[in-house]
Every structure is written in structure tokens, then in C-alpha cells.
């Protein structure tokens, strides 16, 4: 069974960091994009980054850029999101999911976790 | 950047009834669009990708259909539990990868 559990996520302090990961079953996370989304409290989902599966081609939203840094530890079969100069607008909860077909970049996201809440103030 | 814009808000309908929601592209995604329904507390559930393709176990009450910029999700007879918010999203031009604003169907 396809599984994604996301974990790290809590209170983090403005210009603090937060690492999240994102732990993957049943499947090889290595051969499929993966991908995260967040949802500040109320609001809608917007996309933040993304890592191909096969070429280790990273992307980012603006608003994190220089910010946050994607990665994954095939070995671990997990996903991770480096949060660095964390700032208010970052609270959310963050999603891991998982594209629908192996390679590169298909972007349809078939499998999600139950998300881990980010919360930054002081 | 693509903007995606979904119509109604909200939409107030009873169990047993058709609900028709509606997603607008800025410029043309060709037919790269799907739909998540998103209950309270729970993660987003992929319903349609490729503008009217339905994912693993999605009843068939759930259609979708259009291409280029105007896009509808429709639900031929509303049950209990399809009450929630549905977001489109497009996969067509990013980054960056873009979701609309959702729509909620709550029961009226």
C-alpha cells in the first residue's frame, strides 16, 4: 500500500529553521517526483517545490526560493524540506505528495500525507 | 504565471442534485488540468486529471470535462459525502505550478 507520512513541523521562530520529511511506503520514492504543498490556516493549497525523479532537478515558488531546499535520501526512502529564514507567511500545513507516474515531472499528485503544521512566530 | 479561477465560491445544494463547479484559466492549459476534493482535516484526494480522466476509485459521479481555458467538474447526484472543497490545478506551464481559489458545496 502507498503511503506518505510527513513529520517535523512545529513552531519555529522568524528567521529560524524547520526541516520536514516526508517518509515514503510502497513505492520507490526515488522513481517518481515528489512534490510540496502547503495551506496556511482557512486558506487554499499552493504549491512550494518540487524534485524530479529521475534527474534530481529541484524547483521552487518565488516565495521560497533561496529560502527552502528539497531533497531526498533514496536510501531512507524519504523526502525533505530544508525551511531556512523562516517568516510568518510560511505558516501552513505542509503536504508531501506524490506524482501519479514514474519520471521525471507528470505533476498529478495521486497520493498525499495528512500534512505536518508549520507554525513561525516568537 | 497561470492563474486558475474557480466559480461559484460556494455552492449550496441539496443531496440528490447536480452540482456543476468551474475552472478558468488565464491562457490556454490544453487539457493539463486536474481536480482534488478536500474535506475538513483531511489531505486533497485527486478525483480527475487530463481534464476528464477519473483517478483510481472515483465514482462515476464525478465527470470532468472542457479544455484550453474554461474547465467544469461536475457531479451528477450529490451524496453525503461529497460535501467539501474542490481545487483545480494546472500542470500545463509551470513553474509555477498553480491551484484556483476552490470551491466549497455545502448543503443547503
Known amino acids: 500500500e502507498v503511503q506518505v507520512l510527513e513529520s517535523g513541523g512545529g513552531l519555529g521562530q522568524p528567521g529560524g529553521s524547520l526541516r520536514l520529511s516526508c517518509a515514503a511506503s510502497?513505492?520507490?520514492?526515488?522513481?517518481?517526483?515528489m512534490t510540496w504543498v502547503r495551506q496556511p490556516p482557512g486558506k487554499g493549497l499552493e504549491w512550494v517545490s518540487s524534485l524530479s525523479g529521475s534527474s534530481d532537478r529541484t524547483y521552487y515558488a518565488d516565495s521560497v526560493k533561496g529560502r527552502f531546499i528539497i531533497s531526498r535520501d533514496s536510501s531512507k526512502n524519504t523526502l525533505f524540506l530544508q525551511m531556512n529564514s523562516l517568516r510568518a507567511e510560511d505558516t501552513a500545513i505542509y503536504y508531501c505528495?506524490?506524482?501519479?507516474?514514474?519520471?521525471?515531472?507528470?505533476?498529478?499528485?495521486?497520493?498525499w500525507g495528512q500534512g505536518t503544521l508549520v507554525t513561525v512566530s516568537s | 504565471e497561470i492563474v486558475l479561477t474557480q466559480s461559484p465560491a460556494t455552492l449550496s445544494l441539496s443531496p440528490g442534485e447536480r452540482a456543476t463547479l468551474s475552472c478558468r484559466a488565464s491562457?490556454?492549459?490544453?487539457?493539463?488540468l486536474a481536480w482534488y476534493q478536500q474535506k475538513p482535516g483531511q489531505a486533497p484526494r485527486l478525483l480527475i486529471y487530463?481534464?476528464?480522466n477519473r483517478a483510481t476509485g472515483i465514482p462515476a459521479r464525478f465527470s470532468g470535462s472542457g479544455s484550453g481555458t474554461d474547465f467544469t467538474l461536475s457531479i451528477s447526484s450529490l451524496e453525503a459525502e461529497d460535501f467539501a472543497v474542490y481545487y483545480c490545478q494546472q500542470r500545463y506551464k509551470w513553474p509555477p505550478l498553480t491551484f484556483g481559489g476552490g470551491t466549497k458545496v455545502e448543503i443547503k
Open positions: 487530463d481534464a476528464s
Open positions: 491562457e490556454s492549459v490544453r487539457n493539463y
Open positions: 505528495a506524490k506524482s501519479k507516474s514514474p519520471g521525471n515531472t507528470d505533476m498529478i499528485f495521486d497520493y
Open positions: 510502497g513505492f520507490t520514492l526515488s522513481n517518481y517526483a
